[in-house]
């Protein structure tokens, strides 16, 4: 084969590896997704979906079993709000102090320590959880267990802070340097240049920043199902123990039998997350295409 | 003709980035209502010179001034606030920098940083200030579309008005026309012969010509010291240095 030849084939290969690896990852989410639709959809010939949804009561192995996940929906619900409740204000007012008014070096520290938290594997920050903060709010709160919505949104709240900061860490750097020199030769103080120009400009990536840390607690396992301590009954209050969808999910699955009505709404419910972290990732896009236009 | 007021004093000014000398030993007034151009080549101290009349100098690590700098005779460093210095002191960058928000919000954002609420208020800085640069005619129609969408000049013009909303003292140009075309060129020199009734005006530019279009005293700076200082036309027809003449007549820069 003459050299030319040779390169444009090396080319052509190299392209279609690409779009395949591209194309690859696309199929995989494509079929999780139908697989969980085969896997959960059976068990809407004997149940109706609202029935599913709206449902009070989870009681999948008596006779005749229930499949009510409104409890499993709200106890989602109620951890993820409150662990955004936390870790929003924070995380955004980190990523702030980290971009805008902390020293160099402290700012390489800083952003060392965040990345760290992130790397902290989610079981052992459910330990931590429920050795030390559960017993700590039970003996705050005068409550019989420390194992309630407000230790797993505490617990999660950590987790979900590393995505939030290094985000909107992110979005407030790239806010272009010119509007804040602009701002500040207008006479704005610093903190009028951060938080009416700079804020405003990286607003866009700010919500990317919250949505994603927000989707990264509503998928959260591990942590939440040692902390949240699992009763599928529907919350009143942030003192309660209460049992997200997930950590059901991962309780359940190894005792249901596969083909049954129980596993198919283990699937059923997958689909709900599904459908949920879809939702999420899709409104921190488009804010996240919106800023960088 | 009466002896103008000096609106600028500066004495013994020195100004160090580092170990780097960017100003030695400046010595000049600025008088007002007069357009004082700084001409020079890259690296001579011009831009250096003008940040320091607002101070933004002081955003740059490691800048360290000596000397003195008074505006209608307070000392800029010690006598006043330096938010309110920058508020008198209004500067125009080289390349022009709306925010990106609408064309209103642009030229009121300074006032509504100042506290100023009242809408009636607001209306009159923004048709002001516009007529002032000239841009009202062209804008008038679409003050909430984004500033981004102008052209460049009208951009330029916009940052001019931003600045003139808060009724400054003094206005500083940084290279103004640099990024722009003639005609947008010729509008702003134009607009800047008007604004220095009302204004002083400090600019610093790359472009001999223009300085010579519109300065009334104009300054050369040549590796951080100011070579000559003298009314423009003079300076452009008989300058004593021979540095001053090389490089107007553009031997070398």
Known sequence: ?293 | MVAAAAKFAISGLHVHYGKICALRDLNLDIRAHEIFTVIGPANSGKSTFLNCLNRLIDLAPASRLSGEIRLDGVDIRAGLEVESLRRKVGIVFALPLPLPISIYENIVYGLRMQGIRDAAVLDEAVERSLRESYLWDEVKDRLRSPAMNLSGGQQQRLCMARILAGRPDVLLFDEPTSGLDPISTARIEETMLVLKEKYTIVLVTNNVAQAARVGDRTAFFLMSEMVELSETSRMFTTPVDQRTSDYITGKFG
């Open chain 1, 1 to 293: 084969m003459k050299p030319a030849r040779r390169r444009k084939l090396k080319e052509w290969l190299i392209e279609k590896a690409i779009l395949l690896s591209g194309v690859f990852s696309v199929v995989f989410v494509l079929l999780i997704f139908l697989f969980l639709l085969r896997e959960g959809l059976s068990l809407f010939r004997g149940e109706s979906v609202l029935d599913f949804l709206l449902g009070k009561s989870w009681y999948p192995i008596s006779s005749p079993p229930r499949f009510g996940i409104l409890p499993l929906i709200l106890g989602s619900v109620l951890v993820t709000l409150g662990a955004a409740a936390i870790s929003v204000p924070i995380g955004i007012a980190a990523a702030l102090f980290i971009a805008e008014i902390a020293p160099a070096r402290l700012k390489e520290a800083l952003k060392a320590g965040i990345e760290l938290l992130a790397a902290i594997p989610s079981v052992v920050i459910g330990f931590i959880g429920m050795i030390t903060l559960g017993p700590w709010i039970k003996n705050l709160f005068n409550i019989p267990t420390g194992l309630t919505a407000l230790t797993g949104s505490v617990t999660l709240a950590f987790m979900a802070m590393p995505t939030i900061v290094s985000i909107a860490e992110d979005a407030v750097t790239a806010v272009p340097r010119q509007y804040r020199e602009a701002a500040i030769a207008m006479g704005a103080t610093k903190w009028q240049t951060t938080w009416r120009i700079v804020a405003r400009a990286a607003r866009p990536g700010m919500v990317a920043a919250v949505m994603l840390g927000i989707g990264r607690v509503i998928g959260e396992t591990m942590a939440v199902m040692m902390v949240t301590g699992n009763a599928a009954m529907i919350p009143t209050g942030m003192l309660q123990p209460v049992r997200t969808l997930t950590a059901t999910i991962a309780a359940e699955m190894g005792e249901s039998v596969q083909g049954g009505a129980h596993y198919a709404a283990l699937f059923a419910i997958g689909i709900v997350l599904f459908i949920i972290t879809f939702l999420i990732n899709g409104v921190a896009d488009l804010f996240l295409h919106r800023s960088r236009r």
